[in-house]
């Protein structure tokens, strides 16, 4: 049974930094590229960010462009999303999410990804 773990949310001032960390049991999740989705209250889930299997290839959205990095340590089996320069707007439930495709290159569609964490909730106060 895979499972997907999040952490490292919390409530951050504007122009803060805060970094989420991706985990996964049952799965080796150095094989598989990992994306980040975030959900603000009555709005759909949204792509954020994505890392392909080996971490030579990044996607982000253009609203985290420039502020946000995604990055992975393989031997931790580990995800990390370093948010800088945090705005209100980025106040969201993030998810984590691993890729259906053995080493795939990662994806903006979240029907690309099948295991989903339960989330972190971001706050950020202006």
């Known amino acids: 049974q895979v499972q997907v773990v999040e952490s490292g949310g919390g409530l951050v001032q504007a122009g803060g930094s805060l970094r989420l960390s991706c985990a996964a049991s049952?799965?080796?999740?150095?094989?598989?590229?990992v994306g980040w989705f975030r959900q603000a209250p009555g709005k759909e889930r949204e792509f954020v960010t994505a890392?392909?299997?080996?971490?030579?290839?990044?996607y982000y959205a253009d609203s985290v462009k420039g502020r946000f990095t995604i990055s992975r340590d393989n031997a931790k089996n580990t995800v990390y999303l370093q948010m800088n320069g945090l705005k209100a707007e980025d106040t969201a439930v993030y998810y984590c999410?691993?890729?259906?495709?053995?080493?795939?290159?990662?994806?903006?569609?979240?029907?690309?990804?099948?295991?989903w964490g339960q989330g972190t909730q971001v706050t950020v106060s202006s």
């Open positions: 890392i392909n299997w080996s971490g030579g290839s990044t």
């Open positions: 999410a691993t890729s259906r495709r053995y080493t795939g290159a990662g994806s903006q569609r979240d029907r690309e990804y099948d295991y």
């Open positions: 049952g799965r080796t999740l150095s094989h598989y590229a």
